[in-house]
Every structure is written in C-alpha cells, then in structure tokens.
C-alpha cells in the first residue's frame, strides 16, 4: 500500500511554470505504474502525464511539450513540471499510483492523493 501527498499548487498568470510535487510513502513508486491527472469543475478527470512500469513517459496531447513528469526515487516523489501554463489548465491536479486500466493516462487507479489546485489567469 501507498499513501499520496500532493504540494506545489498556486495561482499563477498565463505562460508561468509551478511545479508539483507527490510524496509518497508506505511502498517504492517505481512498484507501480504512476501518473498525474486533473479534473476542472464540471469535467471528467483526466490523465495529463504518467510512467509506466518499464519508465516510459507518456503524455496528454494538450499538455506535451509543455508538462514533464519526473521521479526523485531517493525521495520517493513524482513531480510535474508545468511550463507556459494556460487558463485551460486550471484544475485539481491528483498523483495516483497502481494503474487499473489499460492506460497509463486512464483514470482508474487504486491509490489516490488528495490533490492540489492549480488555478492559471490570463
């Protein structure tokens, strides 16, 4: 079992960077599939980056080349770096590790944080 801590959310204007972060403990991330998704008022969650269990990185189309996921596997942390942040991505931001679907950018996972907001002005 894992537990998620999610820090690094703010406000910022449009075309600013945040950097989240996820902590974890009980259990190694590298021991799952891991990821980052966001859910906006109204809308369904979405996966925006994640790794799967062999490293690979994968992105959502709307976030690539901006968004790069990460991992401090001496510190046990996944973080998401987020440059030339837009108004659109502003949303709840969540790390979930242990992926249930197909999909490593697919909502199902079995551990969840508690997410941390990230609201972009313009």
């Known amino acids: 079992q894992v537990q998620l801590v999610e820090s690094g959310g703010g406000s910022v204007q449009a075309g600013g960077s945040l950097r989240l972060s996820c902590a974890a403990s009980g259990r190694s991330l590298s021991s799952y599939s891991r990821g980052w998704f966001r859910q906006a008022p109204g809308k369904e969650r979405e996966g925006v980056a994640g790794?799967?269990?062999?490293?690979?990185?994968r992105y959502a189309d709307s976030v690539k080349g901006r968004f790069t996921i990460s991992q401090d596997n001496a510190k046990n942390t996944l973080s998401l770096q987020m440059n030339s942040l837009k108004p659109e991505d502003t949303a709840m931001y969540y790390c979930?590790?242990?992926?249930?679907?197909?999909?490593?950018?697919?909502?199902?996972?079995?551990?969840w944080g508690q997410g941390t907001q990230v609201t972009v002005s313009s």
């Open positions: 790794i799967d269990l062999f490293g690979s990185t």
């Open positions: 979930a590790a242990l992926r249930l679907g197909s999909d490593v950018l697919s909502p199902p996972y079995k551990y």
